[in-house]
């Protein structure tokens, strides 16, 4: 059977353009996944689990985010706060005439969806978040303090906040950098070094789940954007931390299933086994119903291990009423 074809084409939603994939029968009578993309990413990472929902029935709509793709990228660094991220995929969904779907997202994607969830749960039916637990705000330390506090001045989130650090991503080679970033399992955007990286003179092999052609169309589009749009997403950690002071302590409630390598550093950082495993993310996300940890799996999982993630996906959101009478959408 073929692959269900993915399309595309730009929908004006909160003041920007957002370049959108979709796959699947369109209206509102069946079921919509949400794709959310992380950095450096596109849409183009959701692009297996597209064809596999597709193929059954789902409406999969996958946007590049602000600041990616074929999206607008506003120069001003604070447009990009959760805030802006979280409005654009509620107009998204108004625009798409979609008033609740099922949401996936993956590393900034994943913190991206559960804010989502956070803020307006009553667009979201269920959620599948990969590689990246959610992270509570805590009123007593700024992100970037915590950051360099734990692992200094170069970590990568503290470099990103120099002005015009996107610069250096401008003399790589981007296929190398793709393959680097993509491949090696230790590093995923967790521990982007790019001194180290432009320093490596490693041959590089692709696995079986990367082509040449994959890693050609990253290149070609990060090659006309740019990283600054992602990088700002870094930029406003502390301001998001400012912002979001009133929804200290609140929870995520909406029914979840997260998932992770045991090779994602992500996985790794400090205290992030135990959240996860002894109770703070249960704790936090009330309504949480699975865990996975994949053997093996690095951080990019959802391409590394696609059918895999596509199996999980579907075994876990198939289980709810997918006939779901459609709500007015007048006052939408």
């Known amino acids: 059977m073929a692959a269900p074809e993915i399309s ?41 689990q597209m064809e596999y929902l597709a193929a059954r029935g789902y409406r999969c709509v996958a946007p590049d985010l602000r600041g990616y793709g074929g999206t607008t990228a506003p120069p001003d660094p604070s447009s990009y706060t959760i805030f802006h991220i979280v409005g654009d995929l509620v107009a998204l969904l108004d625009a798409l005439r979609l008033p609740k779907v099922f949401v996936v997202g993956h590393d900034w994607g994943a913190i991206v969806a559960w804010n989502l969830c956070l803020l307006r749960p009553d667009r979201v039916r269920a959620l599948v978040n990969l590689s990246v637990a959610f992270m509570p705000r805590n009123p007593s330390i700024k992100p970037i303090d915590y950051f360099r506090r734990a692992y200094g001045d170069d970590y990568y989130v503290c470099r990103f906040q120099e002005p015009g650090f996107e610069a250096g ?33 490693k041959e590089i092999a692709l696995p079986s ?12 589009v990060y090659a006309k954007t740019g990283f600054a749009g ?22 995520v409630q909406v029914p979840t299933k997260f998932i992770v390598g045991d090779g994602d550093l992500a996985y790794h950082h400090p205290g992030v086994k135990s959240y996860i495993h002894k109770g703070g993310l249960k ?50």
């Open 283 to 332: 704790r936090d996300v009330p309504l949480l119903e699975e865990v996975v940890v994949i053997k093996g799996a690095g951080h990019f999982i959802q391409q590394e291990r696609a059918q895999e993630i596509s199996n999980h996906i579907y075994d876990y959101i198939k289980k709810f009423n997918t006939d779901l009478l459609t709500p007015n959408l007048s006052k939408l």
């Open 230 to 251: 992602g990088v700002n997403y870094y930029r406003c950690l502390d301001l998001n931390w400012e912002l979001m002071a009133p929804w200290t302590g609140a929870k």
């Open 8 to 48: 595309h084409r730009s929908v004006a939603a909160n003041g920007i353009s957002i370049h959108v994939a979709e796959a699947g029968p369109e209206g509102g009578s069946r079921p919509a996944v949400l794709f959310v993309h992380g950095f450096p990413e596109l849409w183009y990472s959701w692009r297996r």
């Open 209 to 220: 789940w990367l082509s040449e052609e994959d890693i050609s169309y990253l290149a070609s």
């Open 169 to 201: 991503f401008a003399s790589f080679d981007l296929k190398r950098f793709f393959k680097m970033a993509l491949i090696v399992q230790t590093t995923g955007s967790s521990a982007m070094s790019l001194e180290k990286m432009q320093a490596s003179n």
